[in-house]
Structures are given as C-alpha cells and as structure tokens.
C-alpha cells in the first residue's frame, strides 16, 4: 500500500514531467486523498475531464487510480444521458493504455474483462447514440482482443 509521502512523490514526478499537462494539476485536486464516493462524484460532474485527467498521469499513478474509474461504472447508477459518454470515454482510455503497455495492475485487467461483459450486458443504455459515440460493440471486440493479448510483467 503506498503511504501519503510515497503518493507525493509520484506526483511530484508527475509535475515533473517535461510535458506534464495542465491536466495534472486537476487530476491530484480530483483523485489525491479522495475517498472513492469523492472521486465517484467528480466523475458524476464531468466524466470527460475525469477522463482527460487520467490520460495524462504518469503510468503509476495511472495504476493506482484508474480501477476508480472502473468502480464507477460497476457501482454507481448511471442517467441515460451520461451512459453512451461513459462506456466511450472509458472504452477510449483503457485501448489507449494497452495498447501503450502502461498497465501494470493486474485489478484494471480483471474489472476490465468484468464491465466489458456488463456493457455488453447492457448494450442498448450504453450505446444508443453510435453514430456520435462510436459503435460500442466494435469497441467491445477489440478491447477484448487487447485484453486477450496483454501480459502484465
């Protein structure tokens, strides 16, 4: 378990990062010392942001806090006008860093293959608005072939 001084000392890495984006500062403010239901109502606010914020964290940070994210989609009750948006950001962002080979967290790996099937589960909720947010079952498919392939270690 990391301790407080340790979490400081990743994102001071982070901050340090010769491209850090604006974008890190906004993700310690959301994601630093919160607990989950906190963090689960910033993603309530504004998934996107929540999204951009974890993009752009280093990838141990990125480890520690993106099974977040994962937590909200099992847990929390989602309005229909947020679940096309959800599912894509998320489906987004999780492509994004296998396919960067940035995940080391064995947990992302098993929730991952857990709301793949509950999206699938709940596809209609989830996809109604393909033609803005992409076709969600496509996206399904190929984040179950990346999964598929993914080694931690």
């Not at 340090?16 to 963090?39: G, H, L, W």
């Not at 099992?74 to 396919?99: E, P, R, T, V």
């Not at 399904?140 to 999964?147: G, M, R, S």
Request: some cysteine; charged content about 30%.
């Amino acid at each position: 378990m990391e301790t407080e001084l340790d979490l400081e000392a990743l994102w001071d890495e982070c901050f340090a990062m010769p491209d850090a984006s604006p974008d890190v500062e906004y993700a310690k403010r959301y994601f630093f010392n919160r607990t989950e239901q906190q963090i689960f109502e910033c993603f309530d606010r504004n998934v996107i942001e929540r999204t951009s914020e974890l993009r752009e964290i280093t990838p141990p940070l990125f480890n520690l806090y993106f099974p977040h994210f994962q937590n909200y989609i099992l847990k929390c009750k989602h309005d229909s006008m947020d679940a096309n948006c959800i599912s894509s950001c998320y489906m987004g962002l999780l492509a994004d860093k296998l396919q960067q080979g940035i995940v080391s967290n064995k947990e992302i790996i098993d929730k991952a293959a857990l709301i793949n099937k509950h999206f699938r589960e709940n596809l209609s909720f989830y996809n109604d608005y393909p033609e803005i947010y992409g076709d969600l079952k496509l996206k399904l498919d190929e984040a179950d072939k990346l999964l598929a392939q993914y080694k931690i270690g």
